[in-house]
C-alpha cells in the first residue's frame, strides 16, 4: 500500500474539510432527532392555507427575506425589543411581513415533539416548500441542519432586499450578490405567481409607464386610485393568484406584471428569453424554481455550534 507524502495529507485534510463545511446541510438531519418535524410542518401550513391561500405566499416572502439578510438564520423573526432591533420594522418588511403566527404555531408543535431540537430557520425553510406545493407548485427535498441567528440587521433587510420599482440590472446585481444567477433569479421572481400587493407599490406604475396593457391598468386602477386607498389589495398574478403556476411569466408576455420590477423581466432585456421558456413550459418553470429554491436555501446558513436552536421564535433564549 503507497503511503501519502505530507503535501497530499494535508491537501486530504484539507478537502475533507472542505467537504464538511459544505455538508452540514442533510435532508435526514432530523430523520432520528425529530422524526415527526415535516408531518407537523406540513399539517400547520396546511391548516393555515385552508384558512387563507394568500398565507403561503406570505411565508415564502418571509423566507425570501430571512436569506437574504445575512443568510437563512430565522433573523427575521426576532421581535424588537428595547435593547434590540430586528428586521421586521425595515422598509421592506414593515407593515407588509406576515405570517409569524404560523411560524409561531409550528414551532410551538414541534417543541411539544422533540424540544430544543429544531431551528426556527428550518421551521421557515420548510414551511416555505409547504405552502409552494399545498398550492399547486413543485415540492423538493429540504437540506436541514440550519441553527437560529443571535442577531439580526435592519441595515442589511432595508439595503440587500430588490423592491417593486428595481430595474433588471438592480435585481440581477442583488441576487448576484447572494450567490445566484440571473436565471435563477428570473426563476425565484416566479414566487409573485401567488399572493397579494398594495396599491401603493404599484401605482405608478399603472398610472404611468407605458410597457403595460392597458386593458389591465384599467382593471388594476379600479381598486387603486390615484391618491389614496394605498393599502388596497390586488393579485400579483391576474390569472391564477392562489395557484402556483407559470401564470406569472404570462402575465409577463402579455405586458400585465404587477411591478415594474415584474415587468422588467420582460422588456428587450437578457431575460426575455427566460421568461418565454417559463411561459410556455410549466414543468421547467417547476423543475428550476426549485433547483433555485436549494440553492437560496443553503446562503449562509449557521451550523455546528454557532447560532442556537431557539426556543421561541421571536426572541433569543
Same mark, same amino acid.
Given at each position: ?20 463545511? $459544505? ?41 425570501? $427575506? ?8 430565522? *433573523?427575521i423573526l426576532l ?6 432591533? *430586528? ?11 406576515? *405570517? ?55 441595515? *442589511? ?106 415587468q422588467e423581466l420582460f422588456n ?50
Amino acid at each position: 500500500m503507497a503511503t501519502l507524502s505530507y503535501k497530499s495529507l494535508t491537501f486530504l485534510v484539507l478537502s475533507l474539510l472542505v467537504c464538511s463545511a $459544505h455538508g452540514q446541510l442533510s435532508t435526514s438531519f432530523y430523520q432520528k432527532k425529530c422524526p415527526n418535524l415535516q408531518t407537523i410542518v406540513r399539517s400547520v401550513v396546511s391548516q393555515a392555507i385552508a384558512k387563507e391561500a394568500r398565507m403561503g405566499a406570505s411565508i415564502l416572502r418571509l423566507f425570501f $427575506h430571512d436569506c437574504f439578510v445575512n443568510g437563512c438564520d430565522g *433573523g427575521i423573526l426576532l421581535d424588537d425589543t428595547p435593547t434590540f432591533t *430586528g428586521e421586521k420594522n425595515a422598509g421592506p418588511n414593515a407593515n407588509s411581513a406576515r *405570517g409569524f403566527e404560523v411560524i409561531d404555531a409550528i414551532k410551538t408543535q414541534v417543541e411539544a415533539s422533540c424540544n430544543a431540537t429544531v431551528s426556527c430557520a428550518d421551521i421557515l425553510t420548510l414551511a416555505a416548500r409547504d405552502g409552494v406545493n399545498l398550492l399547486g407548485g413543485p415540492t423538493w427535498n429540504v437540506p436541514l441542519g440550519r441553527r437560529d441567528a443571535l442577531t439580526a440587521s435592519l441595515t *442589511g433587510a432595508n439595503s440587500n432586499l430588490p423592491g417593486p420599482g428595481s430595474s433588471l440590472s438592480a435585481l440581477i446585481s442583488m441576487f448576484s450578490a447572494q450567490g445566484l444567477t440571473a436565471r435563477e433569479m428570473t426563476a425565484l421572481s416566479g414566487a409573485h405567481t401567488i399572493g397579494q400587493a398594495s396599491c401603493q407599490f404599484f401605482r405608478n406604475r399603472i398610472f404611468n409607464e407605458k410597457n403595460i396593457n392597458a386593458s389591465f391598468a384599467s382593471l388594476r386602477q379600479q381598486t387603486c386610485p390615484q391618491s389614496g386607498g394605498d393599502n388596497n389589495l390586488a393579485p400579483l398574478d391576474v390569472q391564477s393568484p392562489n395557484a402556483f403556476d407559470n401564470a406569472y411569466y404570462v402575465d409577463l408576455v402579455n405586458k400585465q406584471g404587477l411591478f415594474h420590477s415584474d415587468q422588467e423581466l420582460f422588456n428587450g432585456g437578457s431575460q426575455d428569453k427566460v421568461v418565454t421558456q417559463y411561459s410556455t413550459n410549466a414543468a421547467l418553470f417547476a423543475s428550476d424554481f426549485a433547483k433555485a429554491m436549494v440553492k437560496l436555501s443553503k446562503i449562509s446558513p449557521l451550523t455546528g455550534k454557532n447560532g442556537e436552536i431557539r426556543l421561541n421564535c421571536r426572541k433569543i433564549n
